[in-house]
């Protein structure tokens, strides 16, 4: 048993003696079958919240209306989850309610997929009921119970499905698969924020290429966020035999290989970044790299000084693109090389040259520190006060 497992252990052998059932869940008890690292410790019990709390001196509610209370323990949160039993959904997104009950069999039938739905207890036993075990032998994602069924009641699932996939390097079990083919276009009525956190782990996962094949032969593709048709079959197709090869590290990177080189317009850009809500950071890169990582031939010396905060990413994006190595080589000189970073390593500023009598405050002023930037980028003027001096002389 791994050692985040152990460590959690006296929380569940607390529970135990209150008289209640407690168990490891979910992930972390398919990482440790599998023998992978583990992310989080995620407990399910049959004590009520108010009955987990009254067993642990520290505690906090995160998500007391589903049914999870947090225990603080040796420095760590624990997240203890209430058994429970998800009714009737009507929206194809959320149970209309939740109900706490008793028993483990319960629980665990309402989760997504069978290698998800093994429970630990703290003597260390495994709890199959949907025969995950074979499953993870066969490395195959398949539905616990119909389907059909349980896409139908949580349409995320059929993202998580494509996720774990690529996580895992594990194919979808063939009724599961026909189920996905059938169910795609509800991926449209869960929220962008949802399906943005599961398409992430896609891209980033160990078999991103075949999950992203998958994506296009269920038609997921058609069903994602952003505009219809901007991002096509071939474009993806192209980007997982790519990533067959080499993966991104970040996800900046990721999302510049998905939206970024799909030769979009830059409005048609802007509005697919926004169609998935992401974050400014990873907005300003893919924004800021597109043109480059799509012309990187094209690319001059100062189209690569603006984006030089960003070497490593565009580096990285260029080499899996696999871009001819020659190019690659002059991008990554030409950023090594720079002689300024930013307007602020120039010899002289501004209120140097005022107060030097070589310019006066005002709009010339601007128009002149940019001539000054542009020309030490493009290595027609050495960044030196001397030169710079003359440099004003001169344009004057
Ligand atoms: P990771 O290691 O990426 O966190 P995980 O299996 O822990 O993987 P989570 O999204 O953290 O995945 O979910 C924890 C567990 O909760 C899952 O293993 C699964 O049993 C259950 N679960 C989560 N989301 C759903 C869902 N939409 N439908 C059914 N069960 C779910
Ligand atoms: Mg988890």
């Not at 642990?56 to 589903?66: R, S």
């Not at 760590?76 to 149970?95: A, H, W």
């Not at 209309?96 to 997929?113: A, I, M, Q």
């Not at 939206?259 to 979009?264: P, V």
Request: proline share 3%.
């Amino acid at each position: 048993v791994p050692s985040e497992l152990e460590a959690a252990k006296p929380i569940l052998e607390k529970i135990n003696e209150a008289g209640f059932e407690a168990y490891f869940v979910g992930g972390c008890v398919r990482d440790m079958i599998l023998g992978q690292a583990i992310h989080d410790v995620d407990i399910a019990s049959s004590a009520y919240p108010e009955e987990v709390k009254d067993i642990f001196e520290k505690t906090v509610d995160t998500g007391i209306q589903h049914g999870t209370v947090m225990v603080l323990d040796h420095g760590e949160g624990y997240e203890i989850t209430t058994f429970r039993t998800e009714s009737t959904y009507t929206d194809f997104r959320r149970p209309d309610s939740v109900t706490f009950v008793r028993s483990l069999s319960e629980d665990l039938k309402r989760r997504d997929f069978t290698i998800n739905a093994f429970a630990l207890s703290s003597n260390g036993d495994v709890i199959d009921h949907f025969d995950g075990l074979n499953d993870l032998k066969k490395k195959q994602i398949k539905a616990v119970g119909v389907a059909r069924e349980r896409f139908l009641e949580d349409a995320l699932r059929m993202m998580r499905a494509l996720r774990f996939a690529s996580k895992l390097d594990f194919t979808i079990e063939d009724k599961t698969r026909a189920a996905l083919k059938e169910l795609a276009p509800n991926l449209e009525k869960i929220a962008v924020e949802r399906i943005q956190v599961e398409f992430e782990k896609l891209l980033m996962g160990q078999a991103a290429g075949d999950a992203l094949r998958d994506m296009v032969d269920v038609d997921l593709l058609g069903h994602m966020p952003g505009e219809k048709g901007m991002i096509t079959a071939e474009h993806v197709s192209h980007l997982a035999n790519l990533l067959d090869k080499k993966q991104p590290t970040t996800l900046p990177v990721a999302w510049l290989l998905y939206l970024g080189t799909a030769s979009l317009s830059s409005e048609e850009l802007s509005k697919e970044l926004q169609g998935y809500k992401l974050s400014r950071e990873i907005m300003g890169t893919v924004k800021r790299l597109a043109p480059i990582v799509q012309a990187p031939d094209k690319a001059t010396v100062w189209d690569l000084y603006q984006v030089n905060d960003l070497s490593d990413s565009l580096l990285q994006a260029l080499d899996i693109l696999e871009v001819d190595e020659a190019v690659q080589t002059h991008v990554a000189n030409t950023l090594r090389n720079l002689a300024i970073r930013s307007p602020r390593d120039l010899a002289l500023n501004g209120g140097q040259l005022i107060k030097e009598g070589l310019a006066t405050p005002g709009p010339a002023l601007g128009n002149l520190l940019k001539q000054i930037e542009h020309a030490v980028v493009f290595n027609e003027l050495d960044n030196n006060a001397e030169a710079i001096r003359a440099f004003t002389k001169e344009v004057e």
